[in-house]
């Protein structure tokens, strides 16, 4: 990637700048350096480089001094991001830890973040699912938040785009309220699986059980090694970084390629204050920036910005770009900005075990598992609860358990015979945009003289009726299939431990309810685009993340034939 000298190009006008490099600032720089833009993309956190910059990815746990386990210590320092699944020894050099950046939680609500280059695309899970129209129409036909400017037609060109580059592997299931895409060979489910999906299908003629779909290379096509990535291990060790390229994040694919054009300039280290907006030519003239070591404040000036510093984080820059044309925040003529957050919610959970195969096993560790798309409420409003929600579960077999009088080859024996068939079950459920779920500036400074977000968010009555469905009709369906000791369970986990925060500068077609309009553009500074999760008008059951993608390659293809037109 190009090196940043900030003595000679500090005064550089830029076709582009690029907020955040994560998974759709990423795609922000390869699509715009790839039509010819000269792209600044700056970075609040530090360069981590695609493979020299994965400490611990080739580490066995004996290389580990706590074995991969957080220490007391740890736990204690930071109670927050160690609730998140992906976070451990391993791993948590990717990780914000709790007292690096504070915020203001006016109720309970885990932010998990990932300040580096790269973002949260080195530790996301990895799982992309197409949104559906049973998605875009549900605000219109429930009557909850506005209606999308957009349907599913005016994404699925731009969902196959990014899914042959990205590369993602998956069945073509013929469920129309799960498009197909452009897949590469699926994984498979293992016998209990197909077991479990055998007895619900016979059972239940709307509810279908597939193989996740997921950003992996199963067997990679050119435009995967033209990018230097190789095929999966199945090693799942993904949250430490792929050595291999094997799954998709920003460091492998799109910003080593948009690095390529000669046309991306990187700043890591690079905290964004706000945007810069001139009252004479009604747009953004550029960002200011703060250093992340010196605190030296520097000006970058573009035609274009592209917003992608994750939800949350661009509602804050949002907020904090005032001027006297906008005093509450950046193109927030409609007084919207940092409210309608929504987020997916995980508190149903469960767990089974399974008696018989156990003469049969599987291959590696498969970096995905069995999906239920959503059954409820599909074509109308049939539960006591808006929306719906998705089930992933995974059926897998423990590690043998040596005896106390084990010694020797017989405990080597015992430990490596694989024990009892277990099942564990979850919920993804769509909650609805809320006026009274939002972020705002608090009076409290970061250490880079910028308001600390203040967080009110929580659950509502529908999502925990939503959570009870679940949990009755996950264990029906479980012992339907013969699973035995079915244990299912309400987490309680606070909002933001899904890692799926959307909204608070939203996409519609009225100016005096939205943001943004159908091509992510501020409606009222045109040269303002936002395609992250803060963008999302509402936000269905599917993983947010490839949705992002599209959006992201959607809008800088709009922006540039924009700019050809002279009309940016």
Known sequence: MANFNIDSEKDITYDAIVIGSGISGGWAAKELCEKGLKTLVLERGRDVKHVSDYPTAMANPW???HRGRETHLEKDTNPIVNKCYAYDEATQHFFVKDQEHPYVQEKPFDWIRGYQVGGKSLIWARQTQRMSDAEFDGPARDGFAIDWPIRYKDLAPWYSHVERFAGISGNKDGI??????EFLKPWELNCVEKHIKGRIEQKFKDRHVIIGRCAHLTEPAQVHLDQGRGKCQARHLCYRGCPYGGYFSSNASTLP????????????DSVVHSIIYNEKTQKASGVKVIDTHTKEEFIFKAKIIFINAACLNSNLILLNSTSSRFPQGLGNDSGVLGKYIAFHQYRGQGSATYEGFEDQYYFGRRPTSAFMPNFRNLHKQEM??????????SAGRARGVPS????GSKFKANATKPGPWGIYIQMQGESIP???NYVKLSNKKDDWGIPQLAIDIDYHENDLKMTKDFMTT???MLTLAGCKNINMFDSKQNPGLDIHEMGGARMGKDPKQSILNEWNQVHSCKNVFVTDGAAMTSIGNQNPSLTFMALTARAANFAVDAMKRLEL
């Open 63 to 65: 290389d580990l001094p």
């Open 176 to 181: 129309p309220t799960l498009p197909d895409g």
């Open 257 to 268: 390629w948009a690095a390529k054009t000669g046309n991306l300039a990187l700043r890591p």
């Open 384 to 393: 006591d609860f808006q929306r719906g929600y998705m089930v992933a579960f």
């Open 404 to 407: 106390e009088e084990d010694f």
């Open 434 to 436: 809320r006026e009274s």
């Open 474 to 476: 996950a264990e029906e």
